[in-house]
């Protein structure tokens, strides 16, 4: 009996608890998670995702990609002419458009955005020496001069780095960073920022299609257990999936099958791989790489560690951005493995040692090096031997173009929705010796792989477009396929979930969740 | 009584003196341990993605290039100026990123040892009465469990609990999402009460309760036993069963004699807890995403902010330090069986 009343008693206070503390929410604004904080809402220095997510919303790009990467224009007015010559790009703009400040959207805002980020962007290493100047020949027409032809112009034009901002707002800040505040021409304004908490509502003055709901909070929090509970317990309504533990993350994909949450798909755009330093032995040998990939069970890795959310891929290119989507690099075959290294005299009680080195600070890495070496441990035991090394990551990228690792684990996302993002910086190289890249981007990527075949056909590609130029594209890659620089692992997407009284969180060709399209359903 | 107070000023300057050598000890430390680590700032600001020329004009613009003796000295003489520089990741002096998260780190130690005193004294209290009892035995096990309890591991297993399963608790964080703070002194509690928002105040208690009190509870057991055995000891003691003999109260002599003596290590005790918990409760502050000085700390060293690290570490010691002294004339002062 006393027992009784003390649960009743507990089973009250916790009720009284739940209906009583803390503020009603009374807001109708849509609370959006992710992981971390924001430092900065500059275009000019913003880069993490959850900075460019709330960018994209505060402000318009040149273009979009829709989720086939094909160009949409948005502060354009029309698709961009290219010249003959290809160093020339000749951008109408879209009439009657203000910024937040009421100041109005003109070649001069475009102008002011591009000079400054190529002056001050932490980032300006993607516009590289592409951009000679920016004309502006009338009040709504630009003209970009290139130094060369650029096969990557969609990436330019795209970049939410690159989103115009108020000359007049952002005069004080033409060279400095303007860190908690944004004017831009988007479908929110910014009403509050903290690093941790970042509130928008809708633009009435937006020229195009208004949001679909009455605004958005973005809160950070700087766990991914944080994020999961948070979800589940209905104290946010959307969670953006960046670093989220695959455990969870397959938790939440079974409670959207539940019908549960609503779960939102971005195109696959991350790659995992190792990289593989090609430039001294033992990977220098051509048989040892490729019979380490064909050691590699992909699907095994998949299941085991992402629980099959995660696309094995025999590609570094993702799919959405290849036509024939041809998986070119070598199949998992153990057998084949084994006779290969035995070619190369291993195996007969000689084992061929190789120190792959994964980032400590990325759980999924460990979880990859893991059930590799038992894969190994399991088919080939008496050929390869897989020495694990976990480095912080930050480590990993400063010493990878000192060729410390044999092996290492890393992964990439293109700065922008083209082949040409994902190829270039694993296999493109300004010098090389022997077969060995001594300078350029494949001695960052740790494979220092070079090819003087790859490097006219990069150049080739620069002068040509559409389905030539991807054709040469995946001629670079069927190279690289054939040479195992790096071993592909999987492909990853971003996600989302809702919940039900939300709609399906919608992802475009570049990753970005349309926060505009967020909907209170069922209130 | 004057003769003392002389004493008693030579002892605090003397440990006054020791102060700036045990900051310039730990400064340079921190300095040395920093430029060995490996990593580079430069890559947590830029990605992997960007390429040498970049990376050059970075370490160039952050000074990053110097000689390491002369990015020393620059580094000891901005201190003396208590100037801390500006973070490398946000380009924001450190002193206004200090400024901005050490109240909720203060806040949440505040609170925290508010709870363990709470919880703590009155379990220590209640086994030192009924000695030997089921409930003595009870408040034994929980005061040595919250020892053992991993602090992570409650944080999470309490949010866990209260925020996912019961849901009566935010799961993060300072404020409501959808809320206005008060802004006066960073302290929203005080905030609240001097702006004279009930809401804020409720608000700002709601989100402070969970991490709060689960760091209370565990730091609650040295508490509950060093009150436990102080006074235990002290009841014991021969003053005490004098006092019995000539028929003081029993409330008069645990009140007045048997207490104030017990509470003697225990004011140590707070007092150093309170000096840890001023730089912050890591693992707390990550866990329910308090935006703190501790939290702060742990995004600067994923990020290689040297500036921002240097920084913290530093105006946290000072703050550890300071507490120490503070604790340790308070205690020279109470405690007049201690030399000095």
Not at chain 1, 193 to 212: C, R
Request: proline share 5%; aromatic share 10%; glycine share 6%.
């Amino acid at each position: 009996m006393k027992k009784k009343i003390v649960l009743s008693i507990f089973i009250i206070l916790i009720s009284f608890l739940q209906n009583s503390c803390g503020s009603k929410r009374i807001s109708k604004k849509i609370i959006v998670a992710s992981s971390g904080k924001i430092e900065s809402l500059d275009p000019a220095r913003a880069n993490t995702l959850k900075a460019i997510q709330l960018i994209s919303s505060l402000g318009d790009t040149l273009y979009e990609l829709n989720s086939n990467g094909e160009l949409i224009p948005e502060l354009a007015s029309g698709m961009p002419i290219i010249s003959k010559d290809r160093l020339q790009i000749i951008i109408n703009l879209r009439k009657n458009v203000f910024f937040h400040d009421g100041t109005a959207f003109n070649s001069n805002a475009i102008k002011f955005t591009f000079d400054r980020f190529k002056r001050i962007g932490t980032m300006n290493y993607i516009l590289g020496n592409k951009i000679k100047s920016i004309e502006t020949p009338s009040e709504y027409s630009v003209i970009i001069n290139l130094n060369k032809p650029s096969s990557s112009l969609n990436g330019l034009l795209t970049s939410v780095n690159l989103t115009p901002i108020s000359p007049t707002f952002y005069k004080q800040y033409s060279d400095k960073f303007l860190n908690e505040k944004f004017v831009g021409t988007g479908k929110y304004v910014l009403t509050s920022f903290s690093n941790e908490v970042q509130s928008i509502d809708p633009y009435l003055n937006y020229w195009g299609e208004k949001p679909l709901n009455n605004g958005i909070n973005f809160v950070g929090y700087s766990n991914s257990s944080s994020l999961f509970g948070a979800l589940k317990s209905k104290q946010i309504d959307v969670l953006l999936s960046n670093s989220i533990d695959d455990s969870q993350r397959k938790s939440l994909n079974d409670l959207s099958k539940n019908k549960q949450f609503n779960e939102g798909n971005s195109p696959f755009t991350e790659l995992s791989f190792i990289s593989l330093k090609t430039s001294s032995y033992p990977l220098s040998n051509l048989n040892l790489r490729l019979a380490l990939a064909k050691s590699l069970n992909r699907k095994l890795i998949s299941e085991k560690v992402s629980y099959g959310l995660r696309k094995p891929s025999r590609s570094i290119i993702p799919p959405i951005l290849k036509k024939d989507n041809q998986e070119l690099w070598p199949k998992y075959d153990y057998l084949e493995a084994r006779r290969l290294l035995q070619k190369e005299n291993y195996c007969n009680g000689n084992i061929l040692k190789i120190p792959l080195t994964y980032r400590s600070n990325v759980p999924a890495d460990k979880l990859i090096a893991l059930t590799w070496q038992e894969e190994i441990k399991s088919s080939l035991k008496d050929c390869i031997d897989i020495e694990l090394d976990g480095v912080e990551s930050t480590t990993v990228y400063k010493n990878l173009s000192l060729g410390i690792y044999t092996a290492v684990l890393l992964d990439w996302t293109g700065a922008y929705s083209d082949p040409e993002a994902y190829l270039t910086p694993l296999l493109s190289c300004n010098e090389i010796v022997d077969g060995i890249c001594k300078k350029g981007e494949s001695v960052y990527s740790g494979s220092f792989w070079g090819s003087n075949k790859v490097e006219s056909l990069f150049l080739e590609s620069e002068k040509i477009s559409g389905i030539k130029r991807l054709e040469k594209l995946v001629e670079i890659e069927k190279i690289a396929a054939s040479s195992i620089p790096y071993i592909p692992i999987w492909i990853s997407s971003q996600k989302a979930w809702s919940q039900n009284k939300i709609s399906k969180p919608i992802f475009n060709g570049a990753g970005i969740i349309s926060l505009s399209d967020l909907e209170l359903i069922n209130e | 009584m004057s003769r003392n107070l002389n004493k008693l000023l030579n002892y605090s300057l003397l440990k006054i003196s020791l102060i700036p050598i045990m900051l310039w000890i730990i400064s340079s430390l921190v300095f040395i341990l920093l430029r060995v680590a490996p990593g580079d700032p430069v890559d947590a600001i830029l990605g992997s993605g960007a390429d040498e020329v970049s990376r050059e004009f970075l370490r160039n613009k952050l000074g990053l290039n110097e000689p390491l003796i002369n990015q020393y000295f620059s580094y000891i003489k901005n201190i003396l100026h208590l100037d801390f520089g500006q973070s490398l990741s946000t380009q924001e002096p450190v002193l206004n990123i200090i400024i901005k998260s050490l109240p909720a780190s203060l806040e949440l130690g505040f609170f925290s040892i508010l709870s363990a005193t709470l919880i703590g004294f009155p379990l220590g209290l209640i086994g030192l009465r009924n000695r030997g009892k089921k409930t003595d035995y009870i408040a034994r096990i929980l005061g040595i469990a919250t020892y053992a309890i991993p602090p992570f591991w409650g944080a999470m297993l309490a949010q866990l609990l209260f925020s996912v399963f019961f849901n009566i608790s935010p799961i993060g964080g300072r404020f409501p999402i959808f809320q206005q703070q008060p802004q006066i002194t960073g302290f929203l509690v005080l905030d609240s009460i001097l702006s004279n928002n009930i809401i804020a105040l409720k608000d700002s208690l709601y989100h402070l309760a969970l991490p709060s009190i689960t760091l209370g509870f565990l730091l609650s057991g040295i508490f509950s036993r060093s009150l436990r055995v102080n006074l235990d000891k002290t009841l014991k003691s021969d003053y005490v069963n004098a006092a019995i003999c000539r028929g003081i109260s029993r409330k008069k002599i645990f009140l007045n004699h048997a207490l104030p003596n017990a509470l003697l290590p225990i004011v140590t005790i707070s007092g150093l807890t309170m000096a840890s918990l001023a730089g912050g409760a890591l693992l707390f502050e990550v866990t329910f995403s308090w935006p703190g000085i501790a939290l702060r700390l742990h995004e600067a060293i994923s990020q290689r902010d040297y500036t921002l690290v240097q920084g913290i570490v530093i105006f946290t010691s000072m703050l550890i330090v300071s507490l120490n002294l503070f604790v340790d004339i308070l205690i020279a002062y109470l405690d007049p069986r201690i030399e000095y």
